[in-house]
């Protein structure tokens, strides 16, 4: 190998480690927004829905979910702002606006200071990125290494699971309780196009567990209500885990809360001239 064809391959590799942080900070700072609504009390199938709703986010959509998550100061912001900017660059002109520093001998050494240089401003903000994650790691008690385990088990970075957005109308075909462990029950949506959906902190979330017949067990007195058409799914919610679904314009409804003690999720499906059913 030639003293150029190392310096050329320098470049790429300092470009590559360049590119492998920004995207590090990127999905650091997307997973930030994920790990926060553990706040809420979610369930793993609800963390994996957000991960897939927040991957499909262009960075300036991220930031607004930062700046709502309000756990950076005006400085780490600025620092957040400048990062995009040079993100942006790399990803889709630095090659073009380098062409002549990359294709000039005397000048490829520039290529690498500021690659380098890069390199470090990155490394400085990923370090505030994982200080912030760690912080909700440790509040929210999230066993980490148990993940990670669990992932290296598999063999293979498992794929990002997918799933369905919700319309603001939809039908229910079939509603019942379902025995997910010997003392908790959970409402079992099941919807026109024949997926699963439960109950969440803000409205429902798709379940992709199996659906086993004998743990189903029925609400008594809404066979003759279904289907449900122009469901909604997603109430306006002032408190997590406090809601109500409408499930029919005329008054039928769902009604969800927490006993802010114990924790325990409560259902309760109310009609309009009947007590809880």
Not at 85 to 111: C, G, I, N, P
Request: with cysteine; aromatic share 10%.
């Amino acid at each position: 190998m030639t003293e150029q064809e190392h310096i050329i391959r320098e470049i790429f590799a300092y470009y590559g480690r360049t590119m492998y942080l920004a995207q590090t900070i990127e999905k650091g700072l997307m997973n930030l927004v994920v790990i926060s609504h553990h706040m809420h009390g979610i369930t793993k199938t609800r963390y994996d829905e957000i991960l897939h709703e927040k991957s499909g986010l262009t960075f300036g959509q991220l930031k607004r979910d930062l700046k709502e998550l309000d756990c950076f100061l005006d400085s780490e912001m600025d620092l957040i702002e400048t990062f995009h900017e040079k993100r942006d660059f790399l990803a889709h002109s630095y090659w073009w606006e380098r062409a002549v520093e990359f294709y000039d001998e005397k000048l490829q050494h520039k290529l690498l200071i500021e690659l380098d240089n890069l390199t470090v401003s990155f490394e400085n903000l990923n370090e505030i990125i994982e200080r912030k994650s760690n912080d909700f790691i440790k509040e929210h008690n999230i066993d980490l290494d148990k993940i990670m385990e669990e992932m290296i088990a598999q063999g293979q970075t498992p794929p990002l699971e997918s799933f369905r957005e919700l319309k603001k109308n939809e039908k229910v075909i079939s509603l019942f309780q379902y025995k997910i462990t010997e003392n908790i029950m959970i409402p079992i949506f099941e919807l026109e196009d024949n997926t699963f959906w439960t109950i969440c902190e803000i409205g429902l979330t798709q379940y992709k567990s199996e659906i086993i017949l004998d743990k189903k067990l029925k609400f008594k007195g809404i066979d003759d209500i279904l289907p449900i058409n122009q469901f909604n799914p997603r109430p306006k919610v002032q408190n997590h885990w406090n809601y109500e679904l409408d499930l029919k314009k005329k008054g039928l409804k769902m009604i969800v809360s927490r006993d802010s003690t114990e924790g325990i999720i409560r259902c309760d499906i109310k009609k309009p001239d009947a007590n809880s059913v």
